[in-house]
Nanobody, 125 residues
Framework: QVQLVESGGGLVQAGGSLRLSCVVS????????VGWFRQSSGKEREFVGY????????DYADSVKGRFTISRDNAKNTVVLQMDSLKPEDTAVYYC??????????????????WGQGTQVTVSS
């Protein structure tokens, strides 16, 4: 069993920053990494970024590259998504998830078997 709890969402003006945290607990030893996704009203869940357990390497969607950064605090079992230069189109519910399957792409939500509850991010223009 893996549990994830997100926090840090809120309302911010365009150009501002938010920091989302994802605390991961449970049996993660067989998982390969943590991904961040977002979903806005009427749209499919969208890949935002990913960090691998093995080497801490990260990967980002083109839409957030250069603005968002994923980091880890291993002592606190926490993965952080730092979001800078936010835009109104970043408005969505953000989810962290633990990846179980490497047979599917890290960009595919079906590759993840444990999800957090989601946290709302709203960026006003």
């Amino acid at each position: 069993q893996v549990q994830l709890v997100e926090s840090g969402g809120g309302l911010v003006q365009a150009g501002g920053s938010l920091r989302l945290s994802c605390v991961v607990s449970g049996r993660t030893i067989s998982r390969s990494g943590v991904g961040w996704f977002r979903q806005s009203s009427g749209k499919e869940r969208e890949f935002v970024g990913y960090t691998a357990w093995s080497d801490g390497s990260s990967d980002y969607a083109d839409s957030v590259k250069g603005r968002f950064t994923i980091s880890r605090d291993n002592a606190k079992n926490t993965v952080v998504l730092q979001m800078d230069s936010l835009k109104p189109e970043d408005t969505a519910v953000y989810y962290c998830a633990v990846r179980a399957s490497t047979s599917r792409s890290r960009y595919d939500p079906r590759s993840y078997d444990s999800w957090g509850q989601g946290t709302q991010v709203t960026v006003s223009s």
